[in-house]
C-alpha cells in the first residue's frame, strides 16, 4: 500500500514569496492534516480536514496560509507571503477516520532566507 | 506550553530497557500514540493504547497507561542503536491528535 506522498521534499524561498505544498494521502483516507514542525519541537497542527470540510483550522495563521482538500483526496497548504519564522518542516498526515492512527509522509522542508 | 509534556533526552546502553514518559492533559482522550522520528524522515506510527487498557504489549514494545495520572510510558527492551531517534507522544482529544515536544533517544555501544 503506497503511503502519504508529499512534494516536494526540499523548498527555498525568500522572505515575501509564495510557496505550495502537495500532499496525496493513503487511499481511502478521509481525514488529513497538515502539521508545522519548527526544529526541536513537536509537530504543531495547523489544519484537519474531514473529506472535503475542514475540522480545525484555530492555529492556522489565515492571514498567510491558506489550505484545500478539493474533491476529499489531495489537498494543497499555501504560504504567501513567507516571513523567516516560517522556517520548517510542514508534514501531512492521514489517517482512516478522525481519532485513528494517523500516518505521515516525508515532509517538505522550508528555508525562508 | 506544550499540552503533552516528555522529558527531552534519554541516554540508553545498547541492550538495555529504555523508558520513555510522557504525561497528557485531556482526561477524555480516546487513543494515545507514540510514534518515532529518525532524522530527515516522517513521523513513524509505533503503537497505540486505547483508554480503556492499561498496558499493550507489541514485540519489544510496552505501553503503560496510567489513567489516574494521566501518564503514559513506552518501554522498549533491549536497545539497539537503530532505536536511536526522537518518540513522540500524543493524544487525540476533540477529535484532534496533538503531540508532545519529543524525547531524543540516544543509545551508545
Known amino acids: 500500500e503506497a503511503g502519504v506522498a508529499q512534494s516536494p521534499r526540499y523548498k527555498i524561498i525568500e522572505k515575501r514569496q509564495s510557496v505550495a505544498f502537495w500532499c496525496n494521502p493513503i487511499s481511502g483516507h478521509a481525514t488529513l492534516y497538515w502539521y508545522q514542525q519548527i526544529l526541536g519541537q513537536g509537530p504543531k497542527l495547523l489544519i484537519q480536514?474531514?473529506?472535503?470540510?475542514?475540522?480545525?483550522d484555530s492555529q492556522l495563521p489565515k492571514d498567510r496560509f491558506s489550505a484545500e482538500r478539493l474533491k476529499g483526496v489531495d489537498s494543497t497548504l499555501k504560504i504567501q507571503p513567507a516571513k523567516l519564522e516560517d522556517s520548517a518542516v510542514y508534514l501531512c498526515?492521514?489517517?482512516?477516520?478522525?481519532?485513528?492512527?494517523?500516518?505521515f509522509g516525508q515532509g517538505t522542508r522550508l528555508t525562508v532566507v | 506550553g506544550e499540552d503533552v509534556e516528555q522529558s527531552l533526552f534519554l541516554s540508553v546502553r545498547e541492550g538495555d530497557s529504555s523508558v520513555i514518559n510522557c504525561t497528557y492533559t485531556d482526561s477524555s482522550s480516546t487513543y494515545l500514540y507514540w510514534y518515532k522520528q529518525e532524522p530527515g524522515a516522517g513521523l513513524q506510527l509505533l503503537t497505540y493504547i486505547f483508554s480503556n487498557m492499561d498496558m499493550k504489549q507489541d514485540q519489544r514494545l510496552t505501553v503503560l497507561l496510567n489513567k489516574k495520572d494521566k501518564h503514559l510510558s513506552l518501554r522498549i527492551a533491549d536497545t539497539q542503536t537503530g532505536d536511536s531517534a526522537i518518540y513522540f507522544c500524543?493524544?487525540?482529544?476533540?477529535?484532534?491528535?496533538?503531540f508532545g515536544a519529543g524525547t531524543t533517544v540516544t543509545v551508545r555501544a
Open positions: 480536514f474531514q473529506n472535503n470540510g475542514v475540522v480545525d
Open positions: 498526515a492521514s489517517s482512516f477516520e478522525q481519532g485513528a492512527g494517523a500516518f
Open positions: 500524543a493524544e487525540v482529544n476533540d477529535y484532534k491528535l496533538s
